[in-house]
């Protein structure tokens, strides 16, 4: 099973998680209380670094973003299109392993979702 069979599913299972194509972007975008916590693309030609990535761009603890892009240099950059300290994209075709991304999409997650306000969260959570 590749990483595409399983983030889509993955990202979706996270409590009230919903996701839509933002067309002007060519993303898909993942989001729970219409924050985004994960987007997956593959930039164009005119994005240098980032150019024809199969990419999942995740929200990140920025002292941890910066070790991470340091041991997974080429397959963890600075986030696309998005703050560089706050956000990592992973491309998805790269080295990472799976227990690995799916701690950073948990990651991801936990710190959107913490920034909601405490009634969405309850509403999220079925409390």
């Known amino acids: ?6 983030l889509d599913e993955y990202l979706l299972s996270k409590p009230g998680a ?5 067309v002007e972007w060519e993303w898909w975008r993942y989001q729970v ?8 693309m593959q930039p164009g030609e005119q994005h240098r670094e980032y150019a024809g990535l199969n990419l999942v761009s995740l929200k990140c603890d920025p002292v941890w973003s910066e070790r991470l892009r340091a041991d997974w240099p080429g397959d963890i950059l600075p986030g696309f299109y998005a703050d560089k300290r706050c956000w990592i994209s992973v491309d998805l075709d790269g080295t ?3 227990d690995l991304l799916r701690e950073l999409c948990d990651h991801s997650y936990s710190l959107v979702f913490a920034k909601l306000t405490k009634k969405l969260q309850r509403e999220i959570a079925g409390l």
Do not use: N
């Open 96 to 98: 990472v392993p799976e």
């Open 1 to 6: 099973m590749t990483v595409h069979d399983w």
């Open 18 to 22: 919903t996701k839509d194509y933002k």
């Open 33 to 40: 209380g219409g924050k985004m916590f994960a987007a997956t």
